[in-house]
Nanobody, 115 residues
Framework: QVRLVESGGGLVQAGGSLRLSCAAS????????MGWYRQAPGKQRELVARIFSGSGTNYSDSVKGRFTISRDNAENTVYLQMNSLKPEDTAVYYCNVLIRWRDYWGQGTQVTVSS
């Protein structure tokens, strides 16, 4: 069993910041990557940012320069620092962990950016 607990979502004005956290526990040996996806109403789920076991990262073009992903390996926690938020960042954000190349998902946390 793999458990992912997310926190940090909420309502913020445009230009503001939020920090999301996701703590993984359970059978989490051999994590390949940890990351965040988001899904806005009527749209497909999309990758926001991902950090790999070797610390390499990749970001969606829409968030580059504004969002930063980081990871605490000792705590098996991944963070997403979101700055300069825009109304189009409004979505449910899902934590994703890739373990032995199998996806695991958190329950999602709502991020709403008002204009």
């Amino acid at each position: 069993q793999v458990r992912l607990v997310e926190s940090g979502g909420g309502l913020v004005q445009a230009g503001g910041s939020l920090r999301l956290s996701c703590a993984a526990s359970g059978n989490i040996f051999s994590i390949n990557a940890m990351g965040w996806y988001r899904q806005a109403p009527g749209k497909q789920r999309e990758l926001v940012a991902r950090i790999f076991s070797g610390s390499g990262t990749n970001y969606s073009d829409s968030v580059k320069g504004r969002f930063t992903i980081s990871r605490d390996n000792a705590e098996n926690t991944v963070y997403l620092q979101m700055n300069s938020l825009k109304p189009e960042d409004t979505a449910v954000y899902y934590c994703n962990v890739l373990i032995r190349w199998r996806d695991y998902w958190g329950q999602g946390t709502q991020v709403t950016v008002s204009s």
